[in-house]
């Protein structure tokens, strides 16, 4: 039986687009921090140890958990977390308005490339719609949606990754076979969402996933941070992927 061909790019967005957690979502949590007059503060060690939790709000509440200052009780520490979630993308947003951020090598080359070629390509991601839209518009104009054919955020699924349902939605939406796209990640919890939707995944480490191996049980393609990133290596690692899921 032949590999399947390459149809289409799913994109996680946070480490894997752009850099965005240390310089941008971690600097707009303590801005929020400070505007609702609570002395907390992330530094870069600590805010790395909380992205073992995925989704800002679920953060809010893993770190409260530990905090002796936070609300005692659950419906309030709820309340302060969405509150702080809300303040923190308001401040997201104006950081990349202002140029803050910036893609990583090769990514909007090869989305454009892939575009090019007639490739489908999604957002795939935990973080919210309004992140998204801030951060795109910015990297890739206003009509920057019009090189995606789905676009799956946060408030799309009831479980964030490393549950696969944001995969899963995308490909339904996509009406495509998991072997017929590529997952492009930066984390284990993103790598381990592709792999349980069983798409191929291409792993790139980023500044808070720095690892130089797969995580432990996961089949995929690592691409470290500094090798070329481009639309024929992303042709070469499915290809490769696929082969050996379709021997006998």
């Not at 080359?109 to 070629?117: D, I």
């Not at 996961?218 to 290809?239: E, I, K, Q, S, T």
Request: charged fraction near 25%.
């Amino acid at each position: 039986m032949p590999a399947p061909a390459l149809r289409a790019l799913l994109w996680d967005v946070d480490g894997t687009v752009a850099e965005t957690e240390r310089d941008g979502h971690r600097v707009a949590f303590n801005q929020a921090f400070e505007a609702a007059g609570l002395p907390w503060h992330w530094d870069v060690a600590h805010y790395g140890t909380l992205l073992q939790v995925t989704g800002g709000r679920e953060r809010l509440l893993a770190d409260m958990a530990d905090r002796p200052d936070a609300p005692t009780r659950a419906e309030d520490r709820e309340a302060l977390a969405r509150h702080l979630h809300v303040l923190k993308n308001e401040r997201y947003a104006r950081r990349v308005e202002g140029g803050a951020i910036a893609a990583r090598a090769g990514v909007l080359e090869t989305m454009r490339a892939a575009h090019a070629a007639g490739l489908r390509q999604a957002i795939v991601t935990t973080t919210s719609r309004r992140n998204v839209q801030a951060l795109f518009e910015r990297l890739l104009g206003p009509d920057w949606h019009m090189g995606f054919d789905a676009l799956c955020c946060g408030e799309d699924t009831q479980r964030k990754k490393p549950d696969p349902e944001v995969y899963l939605l995308a490909l339904r939406r996509l009406g495509l076979a998991p072997a017929e796209a590529l997952a492009i990640e930066d984390s284990p919890p993103g790598a381990r969402a592709a792999c349980a939707a069983a798409v191929p995944l291409l792993l790139r480490p980023s500044v808070y996933f720095p690892s130089t191996r797969l995580p432990d049980g996961l089949v995929g393609w690592l691409c470290p941070a500094a090798a070329p990133f481009d639309l024929d290596h992303l042709h070469r690692a499915h290809a490769a992927l696929t082969a050996s899921s379709t021997r006998p």
